[in-house]
């Protein structure tokens, strides 16, 4: 298996923009997660979805932020509009039958916003 | 408020030698507690997971382990190599309705030949 597939890798956008993060998780994973990393605050959970149904999404942090996951192998995060605070390296991970066994994360997409 | 605090921030060894990060955890209740590794520019990468009852977990030269009584773990590197420089986070689960997750903000090791 190619392991948790994002895209694209770096994003670079200018403020007002709409911004779409994808991702594909492993396949079988019935758990995806959305994870955001910068220096200051280390990694935080965004939202999660088990079976394409979001569970938590406590960590999104203001209706700029959604997520779908329309099908099993495939979910997206968007920004709209962005802001230049919201630059930061995107993670997703998955995992298989709990949110509580190890999760494998994708390589990330490092989001700048002007 | 759940926590996880780790030590130290930063750490610079040589090639070969022994070295031990810290977790402090105010996660409660408890669930599991994972070492990831986190190469530049990659994404976490899971060591161990450990669960109430264990103690001691390893993954080749890594060594974790866990008391529960006193909300401590510690991850032992054993005969460093140039390729363990990365940061290394400490991650605690809470149990209950669903899964609470909370991250240490990581100990970044560098290690020199």
């Known amino acids: 298996d190619a392991g948790v597939i994002q895209s694209p890798r770096h994003e670079v956008t200018e403020m007002g923009q709409e911004v779409t993060l994808r991702c594909k998780p492993i396949?079988?994973?019935?758990?995806l997660f959305w994870y955001r990393q910068t220096m200051m605050r280390g990694l935080e959970l965004l939202i999660y979805?088990?079976?394409?149904?979001?569970?938590?999404d406590s960590g999104m942090p203001e209706d700029r932020f959604s997520a779908k996951m329309p099908n099993a192998s495939f979910s997206t995060l968007k920004i709209q509009p962005s802001e230049p605070r919201d630059s930061a390296v995107y993670f997703c991970?998955?995992?298989?039958?709990?949110?509580?066994?190890?999760?494998?994360f994708g390589a990330g997409t490092r989001l700048s916003v002007l | 408020k759940n926590q996880v605090e780790q030590s130290p921030q930063s750490l610079i060894i040589l090639e070969g030698k022994n070295c031990t990060l810290q977790?402090?955890?105010?996660?409660?209740?408890?669930?599991?507690l994972r070492w990831y590794k986190q190469d530049t520019g990659r994404g976490p990468v899971s060591l161990t997971i450990?669960?109430?009852?264990?103690n001691t977990k390893s993954n080749g030269r890594y060594t974790a382990t866990l008391d529960a009584d006193t909300k401590q773990s510690s991850l032992h590197i054993t005969a460093s190599q140039l390729s363990d420089s990365a940061s290394y986070i400490c991650?605690?689960?809470?149990?209950?309705?669903?899964?609470?997750?909370?991250f240490g903000t990581g100990t970044k090791l560098q290690v020199i030949p």
């Open positions: 979805f088990n079976n394409n149904v979001p569970i938590d």
């Open positions: 977790c402090n955890y105010t996660v409660s209740p408890f669930s599991n």
């Open positions: 396949s079988g994973h019935d758990y």
């Open positions: 450990m669960t109430f009852s264990e």
């Open positions: 991650v605690v689960a809470s149990s209950g309705g669903y899964q609470k997750v909370t």
């Open positions: 991970a998955s995992s298989l039958g709990s949110a509580q066994n190890i999760q494998y």
